[in-house]
C-alpha cells in the first residue's frame, strides 16, 4: 500500500493562519512583531528563501525589514549592522541569512546575535539550552519536522528514530528533539559503514544528507514514518535526499520535495519571532 503523503504545505498554510491570529491579538495589545533579515551577496538560492521570508511575514502580519548588502560588505559593517539591530526595540527577531560569502566568518555574526533575537537558534547559547532541554529558540527546520511527525499521529516516544545527517542546523538539533520526546536516536552520516543496517530499523527517518536519492525504498521499514528535508536540483528539478518514487511504496507516511518540509521552516521561523515579542 502506498504511503500517506504528508502535505507539509497544507499544514503550514493551517498553523500560518492560527499564527495570523496571534499576531492580531500582539497588535490589539500595542505589539507588532518585528523580524530583521540580513541577506549578504548574491546566491541565488539565498535570494529566493529570504524573499519567501519576506512574503511570509507579510501575510502573517509581522513588520519585516530585509537588509540586501552587496558581496563587498566587510565582516565588521555585517557586525555593525547586527548591533544596530540588537538595540533596536521594534525588531524581535534577528536572522543572518547563510551561507555567508568566505571573507565574513560565520561563527563572528551568530554570535554577535542578542541570543533573545536568535529566532534561528544557532547561537550557542540557544544551542546549549536545546541540549539541556531549557527554553531556547528551536531551529526552524528541526521544529517544523517534529510538528510533522506529531501531526501525522505517529508515536514518537520509545521509537527507533534515524537522523541521517549531522549538520548543526539540521541533523543534530533534529535529533536531540527526538531524544527529548524518548526516542531511541541514532544518527548516521557520510562516514557510517552500513546505512541501510540502520535506516531498516527506523520507524522515524529523518534524511538530511544534501545527497539526492541516497534512501531507496529497500532502505526503509514497511510503514516507517519518513521525512526528506533534502533539496537538490538535478536536471532542473527539485528532488529530495529519498527516492520517493520506491519510497511511497514501502513508508507508512512520507514527506514530498518540494511541499513537505520546505514551508514548515518559514512557519517555524514565524513562530520564533512571534515569540520573541512576546519575551
Ligand atoms: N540557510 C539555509 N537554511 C537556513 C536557515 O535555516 N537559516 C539561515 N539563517 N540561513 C539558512
Known amino acids: ?5 504528508i502535505d507539509g504545505k497544507a499544514i503550514a498554510e493551517e498553523i500560518q493562519k492560527a499564527l495570523a491570529a496571534e499576531v492580531a491579538d500582539l497588535k490589539a495589545k500595542g505589539v507588532v512583531p518585528g523580524l530583521a533579515v540580513i541577506l549578504v551577496g548574491d546566491n541565488p538560492a539565498s535570494k529566493t528563501y529570504v524573499r519567501n521570508k519576506e512574503k511570509a511575514c507579510q ?3 509581522l513588520y519585516s525589514e530585509v537588509h540586501r548588502l552587496p558581496e563587498s560588505t566587510s565582516q565588521e559593517e555585517v557586525l555593525d549592522l547586527i548591533a544596530t539591530l540588537n538595540r533596536k526595540p521594534e525588531i524581535h527577531g534577528i536572522l543572518v541569512q547563510l551561507p555567508l560569502p568566505d571573507h565574513i566568518d560565520q561563527k563572528a555574526c551568530i554570535e554577535a546575535i542578542d541570543p533573545s533575537k536568535d529566532v534561528d537558534g544557532f547561537h550557542p547559547v540557544n544551542v546549549g539550552r536545546l541540549q539541556i532541554g531549557e527554553k531556547c529558540f528551536v531551529p ?24 541521517v545527517g549531522r ?3 539540521v541533523g543534530k538539533p533534529v535529533g536531540m528533539l527526538l531524544m527529548h520526546r524518548h526516542a531511541t536516536v ?12 540502520h535506516t531498516k530499523r527506523a520507524d522515524i527517518l529523518v534524511v538530511a544528507m544534501g545527497k539526492p536519492k541516497v534512501i531507496t525504498g529497500d532502505m526503509i521499514k514497511p510503514g516507517a ?6 533539496i537538490n536540483s538535478v536536471d532542473g528539478k527539485l528532488v529530495g535526499d529519498v527516492d520517493f ?9 512520507i514527506t514530498p520535495v518540494p511541499g513537505g518540509v520546505g514551508p514548515m521552516t518559514i512557519t517555524m521561523l514565524l513562530k520564533n519571532a512571534i515569540e520573541a515579542a512576546r519575551g
Open 1 to 5: 500500500m502506498a504511503a500517506k503523503i
Open 59 to 61: 501575510r502573517v502580519g
Open 140 to 163: 526552524c527546520t528541526p521544529n517544523g519536522i517534529i510538528e510533522l511527525i506529531e501531526r501525522t499521529g505517529t508515536p514518537i516516544k520509545g521509537a527507533e528514530a534515524v537522523v
Open 167 to 169: 549538520s548543526n542546523i
Open 186 to 197: 541514532t544518527t548516521c552520516h557520510s562516514r557510517t559503514r552500513d546505512l541501510a543496517f
Open 225 to 230: 514514518t519518513v521525512i526528506d528535508v533534502g
Open 245 to 253: 518514487d520506491s519510497a511511497v511504496e514501502v513508508a507508512g507516511a
